[in-house]
C-alpha cells in the first residue's frame, strides 16, 4: 500500500540527524570539516564538472614551483594519489571515482565530489553533539579545527609558512588554497537539535579532548584514523543508547527529570565515580577473541541481539515522537500552542499524549487515520488490506490505530536501513570494529572489540587530569583498564553486564570470561601497552605508548617550538 509522502515521513533531528543509510566515515569526517570551518553550516562550492584523479595529478605536474620534482615519475605520482590521498568510490572497479581528499586537511572539503561524497547526516550530528555538550563541546570543536586547520588563519585564510606539517598535508594544503569560492551555504538556517542524551554529548568531547593531547606524539594520518574510530564508535553508542530510551520516554510521557534537570550521571567523571545512576546506559559484553563458534562468541551474540532487537521499538517511538512534533505545529497555527523560542523538545512533545489535548488529537489524527483508509481501501470498503483491518479492529484510539499501521507498513524498511548504518557505524568486520559478523548467509552479529578500537580507548584511559598540556599519561593496572571500559562505555570483558539480556553467570560462562580475559591481556601485548611484572594480578599494568609527562617544561617548550 503507498501511504503519502506526510506519513511516511520518519526523519526527525530531535532525536538523530542521520539518515540511516550505509555511513563511511572519510565522507563524514570531510563533510564534518566544512561545518567546523563555518560554525555548523555546511559549505558551498561552485563547481560544474566533478574533479578526477587526472585532474588532481595533472594539477601537480602543472605547478612544479608547488611541487617539486614530482614530474619526473608522473606514474608514480598518480599511484600515489590515488593509494594514499584520495578516496575513492567503487575503488578498484571501472567505475571508480574520487569521493574526496582524504581529510588530512581542513580545507580538502573544497575538492570533495559531493554526490560522492555523502554523510547521511552523520558530520551534522557529530557537530551538534559537541556544540551542545554542557562543559568542554566548544573548546573540542575549537581543538578539532586547531588540529585540522594547522598554521591557517581562518579569518584571512593565510597559511604560516613556518608550521611543520607532513608532506602529504602539505600537498593537499598547496592544492586546497588554489579554490578561493568557498562560502558558508546559509540558504537554510541552521538546524541545531540538543542531543536527547546529553551525556553522551559530554562524553563524546571529553574523549576528543583527551585524544587530541597527543597530537605532537603521533602521525597525523595515525591521528585522522583515531579519530574516525572514536567519533564512528560515540555515533554508534548514542544510537545504542537512543534505541533503549526513546521508548522509555514514551511510556512515560515526558522527559526523564534526571536528565533535564543537568545531573545526568552519564558526565564524564575520574576513573573510580561509576555512571551506574543512569537507567539508560547500555552494556556490552565483547568477544576480545573475535573466534565464532565458541562460548565466548554466544554470549557476545547475545549482547549484539539485544541491542538489534530493540530498532524496531525505536522506530514506533520515533514515529510517534515524530507524528507528534507534525501535531503540535498544527496547534501553533490554529493558534491553541505558542511555540518555545527553542522550538519544542521532545519532553514538549511526549506533554500533548496528556488527556488535557485528547480532544484536539484525536481529531487531527483522525483526518490522518481516513486518508490512510482510504488510499488503502480502493474503490471499496472490503477491499481493505486484512492487515489494517486487524489494527483497525483492536479498538485503539484515532492516534494509537494511525500509529500502529504506519509503524506495521514501515518498520521493517526502516530496520533493515537502520540495520545498515548501525553495522557502518560499529565497524562491521572491518579496523576498529565493536561488532563482527561471519560472512555466511544467517549467520549472527556478535560485539567484538577489536584491537584498533581498544588502542583509540586505551590512549584515552591511560590520560589523568594536570600538568602543562592538561593532561598526562601514567600506568593503568589490568583491573583498572577493565573498570574504565566498564564505568565510561559499558563495555564488559571479564565479567557479564548486571542487565541487557544478561544475568548470573554459569560455570561455562565463567571459564569463558577467564579466557577472555587472558587473550585481553595477550592483545594489549601484541599492540605495547601490556607489561607483566610478574605473575601476581596486582602488578599486571597498562603502560602508555607515548608518555607526556606531567611538569616536563623543557620538553614542552622544544616540542611547541617545533
Known amino acids: 500500500m503507498a501511504l503519502s509522502k506526510k506519513d511516511k515521513d520518519f526523519r526527525l533531528t530531535k532525536t538523530s540527524y542521520l539518515e540511516f543509510k550505509q555511513i563511511e566515515m572519510d565522507r563524514v569526517l570531510t563533510t564534518l570539516l566544512a561545518r567546523i570551518r563555518h560554525s555548523g553550516l555546511p559549505s558551498r562550492i561552485r563547481r560544474t564538472v566533478d574533479v578526477t584523479l587526472k585532474d588532481f595529478t595533472n594539477?601537480?605536474?602543472?605547478?612544479?614551483?608547488?611541487?617539486?620534482?614530482?614530474?619526473?615519475?608522473?606514474?608514480?605520482?598518480?599511484?600515489?594519489?590515488?593509494?594514499?590521498?584520495?578516496?575513492?568510490?567503487?575503488?578498484?572497479?571501472?567505475?571508480?571515482?574520487?569521493?574526496?581528499?582524504?581529510?588530512?586537511?581542513?580545507?580538502?572539503?573544497?575538492?570533495?565530489?559531493?554526490?560522492?561524497?555523502?554523510?547521511?547526516?552523520?558530520?551534522?550530528?557529530?557537530?551538534?553533539?559537541?556544540?551542545?555538550?554542557?562543559?568542554?563541546?566548544?573548546?573540542?570543536?575549537?581543538?578539532?579545527?586547531?588540529?585540522?586547520f594547522p598554521g591557517q588563519d581562518l579569518n584571512t585564510d593565510k597559511f604560516d609558512a613556518n608550521t611543520q606539517i607532513d608532506v602529504e598535508t602539505q600537498a593537499l594544503l598547496a592544492l586546497c588554497n588554489q579554490v578561493t569560492q568557498d562560502i558558508a551555504d546559509n540558504t537554510k538556517e541552521r538546524d541545531s537539535q540538543k542531543p536527547v542524551c546529553v551525556g553522551s554529548a559530554?562524553?563524546?568531547?571529553?574523549?576528543?579532548?583527551?585524544?587530541?593531547?597527543?597530537?605532537?606524539?603521533?602521525?597525523?594520518?595515525?591521528?585522522?584514523?583515531?579519530?574516525?574510530?572514536?567519533?564512528?564508535?560515540?555515533?554508534?553508542?548514542?544510537?545504542?543508547?537512543?534505541?533503549?530510551?526513546?521508548?522509555?520516554?514514551?511510556?512515560?510521557?515526558?522527559?526523564?527529570?534526571?536528565?533535564?534537570?543537568?545531573?545526568?550521571?552519564?558526565?564524564?567523571?575520574?576513573?573510580t565515580e561509576p555512571h551506574g545512576g543512569c537507567p539508560y546506559r547500555v552494556h556490552l559484553l565483547a568477544d576480545v577473541a573475535n573466534v565464532p563458534g565458541s562460548h565466548m562468541a554466544t554470549l557476545a551474540e547475545r549482547s549484539a541481539d539485544v541491542h538489534f532487537g530493540r530498532i524496531t521499538g525505536f522506530v514506533k517511538a520515533n514515529y510517534t515522537i515524530k507524528k507528534l512534533d507534525e501535531f503540535a505545529e498544527h496547534l501553533v497555527k490554529k493558534g491553541k500552542l505558542i511555540r518555545p523560542d527553542n522550538g519544542f523538545a521532545i519532553g514538549d512533545l511526549l506533554q500533548l499524549l496528556e488527556p488535557t489535548h485528547k480532544n484536539e488529537r484525536e481529531a487531527f489524527f483522525s483526518s490522518r487515520l481516513a486518508g490512510v483508509l482510504e488510499t488503502s481501501s480502493g474503490a471499496s470498503k472490503e477491499d481493505i488490506a486484512p492487515e489494517i483491518e486487524a489494527v483497525v479492529d483492536m479498538g485503539l484510539s484515532d492516534f494509537e490505530t494511525y500509529i500502529e499501521i504506519i509503524v506495521?507498513?514501515?518498520?521493517?524498511?526502516?530496520?533493515?536501513?537502520?540495520?545498515?548504518?548501525?553495522?557502518?557505524?560499529?565497524?562491521?568486520?572491518?579496523?576498529?570494529?565493536?561488532?563482527?559478523?561471519?560472512?555466511?548467509?544467517?549467520?549472527?552479529?556478535?560485539?567484538?572489540?577489536?584491537?584498533?578500537?581498544?588502542?583509540?580507548?586505551?590512549?584515552?584511559?591511560?590520560?589523568?587530569?594536570?600538568?602543562?598540556?592538561?593532561?598526562?599519561?601514567?600506568?593503568?593496572?589490568?583491573?583498572?583498564?577493565?573498570?574504565?571500559?566498564?564505568?565510561?562505555?559499558?563495555?564488559?570483558?571479564?565479567?557479564?553486564?548486571?542487565?541487557?539480556?544478561?544475568?548470573?553467570?554459569?560455570?561455562?560462562?565463567?571459564?569463558?570470561?577467564?579466557?577472555?580475559?587472558?587473550?585481553?591481556?595477550?592483545?594489549?601485548?601484541?599492540?605495547?601497552?601490556?607489561?607483566?611484572?610478574?605473575?601476581?594480578?596486582?602488578?599486571?599494568?597498562?603502560?602508555?605508548?607515548?608518555?607526556?609527562?606531567?611538569?616536563?617544561?623543557?620538553?614542552?617548550?622544544?616540542e611547541d617550538g617545533a
Not at 594539477?59 to 594514499?84: A, C, I, N, R
Not at 570483558?493 to 595477550?522: C, H, M, Q, W, Y
Not at 597498562?542 to 622544544?558: F, H, K, L, N, Q
Open 59 to 148: 594539477e601537480f605536474l602543472e605547478h612544479p614551483e608547488l611541487f617539486g620534482g614530482f614530474d619526473k615519475y608522473p606514474k608514480v605520482l598518480e599511484q600515489w594519489l590515488e593509494t594514499h590521498l584520495m578516496d575513492i568510490v567503487n575503488r578498484g572497479k571501472s567505475n571508480q571515482a574520487i569521493a574526496a581528499p582524504r581529510p588530512l586537511h581542513g580545507f580538502t572539503y573544497r575538492f570533495r565530489n559531493a554526490k560522492k561524497c555523502r554523510d547521511y547526516g552523520a558530520a551534522q550530528h557529530i557537530y551538534e553533539t559537541l556544540y551542545h555538550a554542557r562543559h568542554n563541546g566548544q573548546n573540542a570543536i575549537d581543538q578539532l579545527k586547531r588540529f585540522f
Open 202 to 271: 559530554d562524553l563524546m568531547a571529553d574523549d576528543v579532548i583527551r585524544l587530541l593531547v597527543y597530537q605532537n606524539f603521533i602521525p597525523r594520518s595515525v591521528m585522522v584514523e583515531y579519530l574516525k574510530i572514536l567519533l564512528s564508535f560515540h555515533m554508534a553508542l548514542y544510537h545504542l543508547r537512543l534505541f533503549k530510551l526513546l521508548p522509555l520516554l514514551i511510556k512515560r510521557r515526558s522527559a526523564d527529570p534526571t536528565c533535564a534537570t543537568g545531573n545526568c550521571p552519564m558526565q564524564p567523571r575520574i576513573l
Open 408 to 558: 506495521g507498513l514501515q518498520a521493517a524498511g526502516h530496520r533493515r536501513n537502520i540495520v545498515t548504518a548501525l553495522d557502518s557505524l560499529m565497524m562491521k568486520n572491518d579496523q576498529g570494529a565493536l561488532l563482527a559478523q561471519p560472512r555466511v548467509r544467517n549467520s549472527k552479529r556478535r560485539v567484538v572489540l577489536d584491537g584498533r578500537l581498544l588502542e583509540v580507548l586505551l590512549q584515552i584511559a591511560v590520560l589523568r587530569p594536570g600538568g602543562r598540556r592538561g593532561f598526562h599519561t601514567t600506568e593503568m593496572r589490568i583491573e583498572e583498564v577493565l573498570l574504565f571500559l566498564r564505568e565510561r562505555y559499558g563495555i564488559y570483558v571479564d565479567r557479564l553486564p548486571p542487565n541487557d539480556g544478561f544475568g548470573e553467570a554459569s560455570i561455562t560462562d565463567r571459564e569463558a570470561l577467564r579466557e577472555n580475559l587472558a587473550l585481553f591481556k595477550t592483545r594489549r601485548r601484541e599492540v605495547g601497552f601490556y607489561r607483566d611484572l610478574s605473575d601476581a594480578y596486582v602488578t599486571q599494568t597498562v603502560t602508555p605508548r607515548y608518555s607526556i609527562p606531567e611538569y616536563d617544561t623543557s620538553s614542552v617548550a622544544e
